[in-house]
């Protein structure tokens, strides 16, 4: 579940959710972990969503990035073989 934007409530009297006002700079990233990488950002792709790069292959991993709609940094990533 991802939460969007809004203001304090009962339980969080002081804090209020906000879009990121620079989308190069980010404290935190969603992390999904899917089985195939590139499987799932053709799926993803096909839907609408925009990736910053197509997958990379890093051989220990194989990792793309997108945005939400709120601009929010997400990553789904592919646990590799290790190369030796």
Do not use: N
């Not at 804090?15 to 799926?43: G, N, W």
């Amino acid at each position: 579940m991802l939460t969007v934007g809004g203001g304090p409530t009962q339980d969080k009297p002081t804090v209020t959710f906000a879009s990121p006002t620079d989308p190069d700079t980010v404290i935190s990233e969603l992390v999904m972990r899917v089985p195939d990488c590139q499987a799932a950002y053709e799926v993803l792709r096909s839907r609408g969503a925009e990736f910053l790069t197509p997958p990379v292959d890093w051989g220990y991993e194989v990792r793309a990035f997108l945005r939400d709609p709120d601009g929010h940094l997400l990553e789904i990533s592919q646990s590799g073989q290790p190369r030796g």
